[in-house]
């Protein structure tokens, strides 16, 4: 059986008349005749009983009217569905997000590809370092990374979005809490918690008091913004985290503003040379939802 000879046939049971079905296909009766001889002659049996006034579907063709609507709908979505895919309208993508991105950027941009692109499925995977986005992008673990620069991999396509400053977390009840803002030289002396010295926030945070005289002594780390958190709540050390517009605490710490607090820019990354719509779209959709008003997009 051929997919036109099935709905050719479907349109002949559903008129019950080869002429209206003729007009209805835009095709001429005598080759819709023809080939629904050839669908039964295929199929060794009686389809449609034709008299002169009007065509009876038989049992067996009442049987191949169902299954055939059923296929021949299957059929029309999977087109609609491989060319949503190719427009990049329709897949899942695999996307790997770094640090408090996670909480303040992630979810704007769940709720706009929810409504921009309702084909698309977002396999999330949060609270990653850097380092560990690259090793993932390039073994193709995922499709699309929210990272900080710099990246050491030259096989990746890096497009800023925007740029945070790093603001320290303390304990409710530290003498500095009290503070409206802060410097980093007021925080010499004290302990620190913080991302893994692998971590592009880490190095940043390192040379940023080495150049105002200090060297910070880190007495734990951890990958999670939120980990970080809840050990400056416990007050085994302060930690410096970046933030933008939106900050959240942990309960039990306060967070405060430098005032010669060091930048840290966040960055959408991929493999270098792909041609994938689907991640064509969703750089797309960081475009137009995510960067905030007064920042300068770079490519």
């Given at each position: 059986?051929?997919?036109?000879?099935?709905?050719?046939?479907?349109?002949?049971?559903?008129?019950?008349?080869?002429?209206?079905?003729?007009?209805?296909?835009?095709?001429?009766?005598?080759?819709l005749s023809h080939?629904?001889?050839?669908?039964?002659?295929?199929?060794?049996?009686?389809?449609?009983?034709?008299?002169?006034?009007?065509?009876?579907?038989?049992?067996?063709?009442?049987?191949?009217?169902?299954?055939?609507?059923?296929?021949?709908?299957?059929?029309?979505?999977?087109?609609?569905?491989?060319?949503?895919?190719?427009?990049?309208?329709?897949?899942?993508?695999?996307?790997?997000?770094?640090?408090?991105?996670?909480?303040?950027?992630?979810?704007?941009?769940?709720?706009?590809?929810?409504?921009?692109?309702?084909?698309?499925?977002?396999?999330?995977?949060?609270?990653?370092?850097?380092?560990?986005?690259?090793?993932?992008?390039?073994?193709?673990?995922?499709?699309?990374?929210?990272?900080?620069?710099?990246?050491?991999?030259g096989e990746l396509?890096?497009?800023?979005?925007?740029?945070?400053?790093?603001?320290?977390?303390?304990?409710?009840?530290?003498?500095?809490?009290?503070?409206?803002?802060?410097?980093?030289?007021?925080?010499?002396?004290?302990?620190?918690?913080?991302?893994?010295?692998?971590?592009?926030?880490?190095?940043?945070?390192?040379?940023?008091?080495?150049?105002?005289?200090?060297?910070?002594?880190?007495?734990?780390?951890?990958?999670?913004?939120?980990?970080?958190?809840?050990?400056?709540?416990?007050?085994?050390?302060?930690?410096?985290?970046?933030?933008?517009?939106?900050?959240?605490?942990?309960?039990?710490?306060?967070?405060?503003?430098?005032?010669?607090?060091?930048?840290?820019?966040?960055?959408?990354?991929?493999?270098?040379?792909?041609?994938?719509?689907?991640?064509?779209?969703?750089?797309?959709?960081?475009?137009?939802?995510?960067?905030?008003?007064?920042?300068?997009?770079?490519?």
């Amino acid at each position: 059986m051929e997919t036109r000879q099935l709905r050719y046939f479907v349109a002949v049971a559903e008129e019950r008349h080869f002429g209206r079905a003729a007009l209805r296909l835009h095709m001429a009766q005598p080759p819709l005749s023809h080939q629904i001889k050839q669908l039964e002659e295929q199929l060794g049996t009686q389809l449609l009983v034709r008299t002169t006034r009007k065509v009876e579907v038989t049992p067996a063709g009442e049987l191949l009217l169902v299954r055939a609507r059923g296929l021949l709908a299957e059929i029309d979505q999977l087109g609609q569905d491989v060319k949503l895919v190719g427009q990049g309208a329709s897949g899942v993508l695999r996307v790997g997000v770094v640090g408090s991105a996670t909480y303040r950027l992630m979810p704007r941009i769940v709720e706009t590809a929810g409504r921009r692109l309702p084909g698309l499925k977002l396999h999330v995977l949060g609270e990653m370092l850097t380092p560990a986005l690259e090793e993932a992008l390039e073994e193709n673990r995922i499709d699309v990374a929210v990272l900080r620069p710099p990246v050491r991999s030259g096989e990746l396509e890096l497009r800023f979005l925007e740029q945070d400053e790093l603001v320290v977390a303390l304990p409710e009840d530290h003498p500095l809490a009290s503070h409206g803002s802060l410097e980093l030289a007021d925080l010499a002396g004290e302990k620190f918690v913080s991302y893994p010295r692998t971590s592009a926030v880490c190095g940043i945070f390192m040379d940023a008091c080495r150049r105002v005289g200090f060297r910070p002594r880190i007495v734990q780390e951890a990958s999670e913004t939120s980990t970080l958190l809840a050990f400056v709540a416990s007050g085994m050390g302060l930690a410096l985290v970046p933030m933008t517009r939106r900050v959240f605490a942990l309960q039990g710490t306060v967070l405060r503003p430098l005032r010669d607090a060091p930048a840290v820019d966040l960055a959408l990354a991929w493999r270098r040379g792909s041609d994938s719509p689907l991640i064509k779209n969703f750089v797309d959709l960081f475009e137009t939802s995510t960067v905030p008003e007064g920042t300068t997009r770079e490519d």
